[in-house]
């Protein structure tokens, strides 16, 4: 098992910026990749960015330039540094953790972002 916890999350103007954290805790080796989803109320949990053990890196083009994650393994930690948020940033973002077979999911941080 693994645990996720976000934290980060909060209200900004549009233009702004925030830093999300994933802090992994449990059976870390079982993983190969992390990353961050969002959902807006009434929408679909969609992938943001998504970044494997080798540091391979993958973004939703509504993100890409704006958006970096990144993941310092000593701590376990993986993070999303969002920059020039618009008001259609604002959602849930949950944390995401894939091994083979596996896929676990953090509580959700809301960002906000407005206008």
């Known amino acids: 098992q693994v645990q996720l916890v976000e934290s980060g999350g909060g209200l900004v103007q549009a233009g702004g910026s925030l830093r999300l954290s994933c802090v992994a805790s449990g059976d870390i080796s079982s993983i190969f990749a992390m990353g961050w989803y969002r959902q807006a109320p009434g929408k679909q949990r969609d992938l943001v960015a998504s970044?494997?053990?080798?540091?391979?890196?993958n973004y939703a083009d509504s993100v890409k330039g704006r958006f970096t994650i990144s993941r310092d393994n000593a701590k376990n930690t993986v993070y999303l540094q969002m920059n020039s948020l618009k008001p259609e940033d604002t959602a849930v973002y949950f944390c995401n953790a894939k091994g083979i077979g596996l896929n676990y999911w953090g509580q959700g941080t809301q960002v906000t972002v407005s206008s």
């Open positions: 970044i494997t053990n080798v540091g391979r890196e």
